[in-house]
């Protein structure tokens, strides 16, 4: 989510793993979940990291929004916890037409918005006509598989011409232009949720009852179709960048949940710190706005004479290809190769090709933030380059929250992306590079690409589906649009004897609704918390939650 768009910038997720991390095992602890019991349900408090959130999911691209928006918000479909599959969520049934290009949703009966507005088939339909008619919403194209959607979100067509019928307040009809047999997947993110026309008002477990200071507080949504199944009263989300502040909060139980930096070798109870690989890729990608680089002999003369096991080498999951390895998904032909000489050669080629002679230096300018792990590529980078006559001109712009915003406008050349996937399907990848997606903020376009991506959608069989996917990704390969670097890891300090319904995923979204206070089960005292004192007599201190 995740950006995870979600777009994961958060130190531990995309920087290598410390040497500390090294005691801790990357599986989940193995606990059970109990059934919740009211009387100890309370406010779940959380320290993420310092930033604004995007409060409007159309245009929300974080995975920090991601994972907020399965309080707040809901569609047709949810993620399961575990598995992130499709559950049925506003829809209560649906049916494919045999041609499978028209799906039915049949929605439950009397649904509604937090303030007791109707929650209807009319509220979902204008929630995509919103979210179409949006400016800069990066994830509007994802259902240009509607017949009408892209022209209506080109400005080429009118709201009328989408094929999103209501038949009546329970039954809504959706028209597409080809077979998409992972369409419920889409649906489950947050940009295709019910959202009201008024402020304040929401279609998930949860309505916010305060932001200010950078602190958010939710409250339940009593009007929520499944209220009865929501268990805690409140979540209290705080920030702060301060580790060893993070850490303390955790130990002393200001904290339930830390998502955001922290000083892991601090944490007492070593269980309550989860690593987990992530549904996920780090790669760099060039922009193609400018001349040199947006050819595809240029860029291969780059990508030859690149030492990846140095760029790649502080990485605990290393990454030579766009999408992320899933089961059933053939393998491509990626990055490793590193072959200074080819290199050497194969610019001079390229060079000849335009009329340019061998002394020419030729600059290319990157875009970083002023973070340690991106000065290391661009020294690594720099280096590599400077024998094909290439000088690296790097160029410091933003930071988390304001990078991704500046790519569309700045003049570099290249930049850097951790994309966490939105839904576990290879599109989710590869959407980026779609010449008419509103995610492709690269520029890139190749007409057999779009081709693909097209023929896949329209195939039936996941198998075959994902040949013609992968067939895809080589080209994109095989153009040396992008330079793979890494898989992303996610951390949490959360410690699942106390947090039930938390399940490590590789989307990293835990959505809100299940999550619950247990019975404590842990006997480790919290020795920040407890000064010395004579043992009860139980023979042990006073149980405390880690």
């Known amino acids: 989510m995740k950006n995870k ?5 958060v130190t531990c997720l995309c920087l290598a793993i410390p040497a500390v991390f090294a005691q801790f095992n990357f599986n989940l602890p193995k606990t059970k979940d109990t059934a919740p019991i009211p009387s100890l349900q309370r406010v779940l408090t959380i320290q993420d990291m310092v930033h604004e959130y995007d409060l409007n999911p159309y245009t929300a691209s974080y995975n920090s929004e991601a994972q907020l928006f399965t309080a707040l918000y809901e569609g047709l479909f949810s993620y399961d916890p575990i598995t ?19 799906w039915t949703f049949t929605l439950r009966k009397g649904l509604k918005f937090s303030d007791g507005s109707p929650l209807n088939a009319s509220a979902i339909r204008n929630s995509w006509l919103s979210l179409l008619a949006t400016k800069n919403a990066p994830f509007a194209s994802l259902i240009d598989c509607i017949e009408g959607a892209e022209a209506y979100r080109t400005g080429k067509g009118s709201a009328d011409d989408v094929r999103i019928i ?7 009809v959706v028209h597409l232009t080809e077979p998409t047999e992972h369409f419920p997947r889409i649906l489950c993110h947050h940009a295709f949720s019910a959202v009201s026309k008024k402020k304040n008002v929401f279609s998930g477990p949860f309505v916010i009852s305060s932001y200010s200071n950078g602190e958010l507080k939710m409250v339940k949504n009593m009007n929520y179709r499944d209220a009865a199944a929501v268990q805690l009263p409140g979540i209290t989300i705080r920030q702060g960048d301060d580790a060893k502040e993070n ?3 955790f130990n002393t139980g200001e904290a339930d949940w830390v998502t955001g930096d922290v000083e892991v070798e601090k944490i007492l109870n070593k269980d309550s710190i989860n690593i987990a690989g992530e549904f996920g890729t780090t790669f760099l990608f060039f922009k193609q706005s400018k001349k040199i680089w947006n050819t595809q002999e240029f860029r291969t003369a780059l990508l030859e004479a690149v030492p990846y096991d140095e760029l790649r080498k502080d990485y605990a999951v290393k990454a030579n290809s766009l999408v992320y390895p899933l089961s059933g998904y053939p393998s491509v032909i990626g990055w490793d190769d590193y072959d200074p000489e080819d290199a050497l050669e194969l610019m001079n080629i390229a060079r000849k090709k335009v009329g340019l002679s061998s002394s020419d230096i030729l600059k290319i300018n990157f875009s970083i933030m002023d973070l340690d792990y991106m000065k290391s590529w661009a020294e690594v980078l720099k280096k590599a380059w400077a024998p094909l006559g290439v000088e690296l001109v ?3 712009d933003g930071n988390f929250t304001t990078y991704v915003n500046k790519i569309k406008n700045s003049p570099a050349d290249l930049f850097m992306y951790s994309w966490i996937g939105d839904f576990a399907d290879p599109t989710t990848f590869l959407e980026l590079f779609r010449s008419n997606s509103t995610l492709n903020v690269s520029g890139y376009k190749n007409s057999r690409y779009d081709e693909l991506l097209k023929q896949a959608a329209g195939t039936a069989k996941q198998k075959d589906r994902f040949v013609i996917l992968a067939e895809a990704e080589q080209v994109i390969l095989d153009d040396a649009e992008i330079i793979p670097i890494s898989h992303p890891v996610c951390m949490h300090v959360i410690n699942t004897n106390v947090i039930g319904g938390w399940k490590s995923n590789a989307l990293d979204i835990h959505p809100f609704k299940y999550l619950y206070i247990k019975a404590e089960e842990t006997d480790v005292p919290n ?4 000064p010395l004192q004579p043992l009860p ?3 042990r201190l006073p149980s405390s939650r880690l």
Do not use: W
């Open 5 to 9: 768009r979600i777009f994961s910038l």
């Open 84 to 102: 992130l599959d499709p559950v049925n969520a506003i829809c209560e049934t649906y049916k494919i037409s045999r041609n499978k290009m028209r």
């Open 166 to 172: 209501v038949r009546d307040e329970e039954t809504l």
């Open 247 to 249: 850490a303390h909060l």
């Open 394 to 396: 790097v160029s410091v």
């Open 527 to 530: 020795l920040v918390s407890y």
């Open 537 to 539: 007599e139980q023979g």
